[in-house]
């Protein structure tokens, strides 16, 4: 079993900065994939940003700019920092964590249980 825990969410002014952490524990031995998504009241959830060893970092084009993904694989946590944030970045932001290989098996698809990101104008 993987468990991922988010921390860093809040409530701040338009054109303040936010830096958003996620931790993965469990018996993880690598995890090729990892990522943020938000949800937005009455909308689908969305990706923000991901990284991976192969590809980089890939981003939702409104973020591009102002958001950083970032990891540190020695503590199987990835990190988001949140620039210049506008009113319409308010959502749940959830971390999720993808081809993590165990100590027993490859794990698939695990999710945080997200955090609140507030924007006031």
């Known amino acids: 079993q993987v468990q991922l825990v988010e921390s860093g969410g809040g409530l701040v002014q338009a054109g303040g900065s936010l830096r958003l952490s996620c931790a993965a524990s469990g018996r993880i031995l690598n995890i090729n994939v990892m990522g943020w998504y938000r949800q937005a009241p009455g909308k689908q959830r969305e990706l923000v940003a991901t990284i991976t060893s192969r590809l980089g970092t890939v981003y939702a ?52 249980q997200g955090t609140q990101v507030t924007v006031s104008s």
């Open 61 to 112: 084009d409104s973020v591009k700019g102002r958001f950083t993904i970032s990891s540190d694989n020695a503590k199987n946590t990835v990190y988001l920092q949140m620039n210049n944030l506008k009113p319409e970045d308010t959502a749940v932001y959830y971390c999720n964590a993808d081809r993590i290989l165990t100590t027993t098996r490859y794990e698939s698809d695990y999710w945080g």
